[in-house]
């Protein structure tokens, strides 16, 4: 992975790195460990329970997670590399958040259990079963690599009560990009572009 200069921060809704697709990861070095201890510390610091890259800017297949939600409690933590959801089983619905979406809540209906393969840090192959928050926690994540966000999935009542709160974050987007605090939304996708071919 190419190096990463500035520090990592989440970016919230609607810039554009949420909605590109990410690219599979082709290796583990230095800089990829230096974004994921990154990642897990910002996720500890806004209370996640997990974080994916493009969260943070970054156009790769990686997401952090603490099913605990307690960074004392690393049996709970698992770094997840090229993640591809295998099975998923029954349906859960409960209320579901995102830090790309701060103070938003909403009902989300996804299955009640998931299989997902990956990678973790140390290059092996990991396979984990996984049912309620732990299979919901999986499958937002996935998502994310995927360019979808879990607003896509609230029925016809949530989404007509986020709606005002989706027209603020497109706002407060906006007025950062205005006044210079947030670069372009066609800059920020040519940087993409540049950081896909540092996978
Ligand atoms: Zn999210």
Redo the contacts with the bound molecule.
């Keep these: 992975m190419n190096v990463v200069q500035a520090p990592l921060k989440i970016v919230q809704y609607p810039h554009p790195s949420?909605r590109h697709k990410a690219v599979p990861l082709t290796g583990i070095d230095d800089n990829l460990r230096h974004v994921v201890f990154a990642m897990l510390d910002l996720m500890y610091t806004h209370k996640?329970l997990?974080?994916?890259a493009p969260?943070v800017g970054l156009p790769y297949q990686l997401f952090v997670v603490n099913f605990a939600g307690d960074p004392a409690q690393k049996d709970a933590e698992a770094v997840f590399l090229n993640p591809v959801i295998l099975e998923k089983e029954g349906t859960q619905e409960d209320d579901?958040?995102?830090?790309?979406?701060p103070l938003l809540y909403q009902k989300v209906r996804r299955a009640k259990v998931a299989r997902i393969e990956a990678y973790n840090l140390q290059g092996e192959k990991i396979s984990l079963k996984a049912s309620d928050l732990p299979a919901r926690i999986l499958q937002?994540?996935t998502?994310?690599l995927h360019g979808v966000?879990?607003i896509d999935k609230f029925g016809p009542i949530g989404k007509l009560s986020a709606r005002s709160m989706l027209r603020e974050f497109e706002y407060l987007h906006k007025r950062a990009q205005s006044r210079g605090e947030l670069a372009g939304d066609g800059d920020i996708e040519q940087r993409l572009k540049d950081l896909e071919a540092g996978a």
């Excluded at 579901?96 to 979406?101: A, H, I, Q, R, V």
């Design positions: 949420l996640g997990g974080l994916a969260q579901e958040g995102c830090l790309s979406f937002h994540e998502d994310h966000l879990f």
